[in-house]
T-cell receptor, first 114, second 113 residues
Framework: AQSVTQLDSHVSVSEGTPVLLRCNYS??????LFWYVQHPNKGLQLLLK??????LVKGINGFEAEFKKSETSFHLTKPSAHMSDAAEYFC????????????FGQGTTLQVKP | KAGVTQTPRYLIKTRGQQVTLSCSPI?????VSWYQQTPGQGLQFLFE???????NKGNFPGRFSGRQFSNSRSEMNVSTLELGDSALYLC????????????FGSGTQLSVL
């Protein structure tokens, strides 16, 4: 079955320290991979998308993710956390032949401490 | 360019009632998808409409239905509401291509009492 697993339900970092949110996906077919962020009482915003053009994908707000096929991983990183980064982050996969259908991970809550 | 608009923002219903949620996509987008978000199940795909036709469907009972109009606006209907239908319902729009990013609305928070 097509699936995506976020390895941590909650991550806590101090402001100014690096962020690492981990994600693994099932490898039935070549997927498209995304990271979305959801701030409280708001909709989902796209952070970045893997398109197979490059394994290191740069997104908005200083986030980036690296696609590693051998590890079926797509971890999200940011060198220095900001208080405004506190939110719910979703790793998302879409497979060939599916339009409009995204498969979401369970989400990782990022807490940023001052 | 206006974003995806969902109305109403909040709804309170009682068990057994039915409800209709509305979604206006970004101008030029022909695909509208619906998702249910709950604390227990997370985000789950309901269905996708493209050019007034349901093109993709998730694993939800027949009480959940939708439609799309010629201007690409979409409605989702839930009949015979159950307590477990309480959720944030998110609508997303796109051009309708495979594996493209979706643009999400802020959602409709449905509470079933």
């Amino acid at each position: 079955a097509q699936s995506v697993t976020q390895l941590d339900s909650h991550v806590s970092v101090s402001e100014g320290t690096p962020v690492l949110l981990r994600c693994n996906y099932s490898s039935s077919y070549s997927p498209s991979l995304f990271w979305y962020v959801q701030h409280p009482n708001k909709g989902l915003q796209l952070l970045l998308k893997y398109t197979s053009a490059a394994t290191l994908v740069k997104g908005i707000n200083g986030f980036e993710a690296e696609f590693k096929k051998s590890e079926t991983s797509f971890h999200l990183t940011k060198p220095s956390a900001h208080m405004s980064d506190a939110a719910e982050y979703f790793c998302v996969v879409s497979y060939s032949g599916n339009t409009g259908k995204l498969i979401f991970g369970q989400g990782t809550t990022l807490q940023v401490k001052p | 360019k206006a974003g995806v608009t969902q109305t109403p923002r909040y709804l309170i219903k009682t068990r057994g009632q039915q409800v209709t949620l509305s979604c206006s996509p970004i101008s030029g987008h022909r695909s509208v998808s619906w998702y249910q978000q709950t604390p227990g199940q997370g985000l789950q795909f309901l269905f996708e409409y493209f050019s007034e036709t349901q093109r993709n469907k998730g694993n939800f009972p027949g009480r959940f239905s939708g439609r799309q109009f010629s201007n690409s606006r979409s409605e989702m209907n839930v009949s015979t509401l159950e307590l477990g239908d309480s959720a944030l319902y998110l609508c997303a729009s796109s051009l309708g291509l495979e594996n493209e990013k979706l643009f999400f609305g802020s959602g409709t928070q449905l509470s079933v009492l």
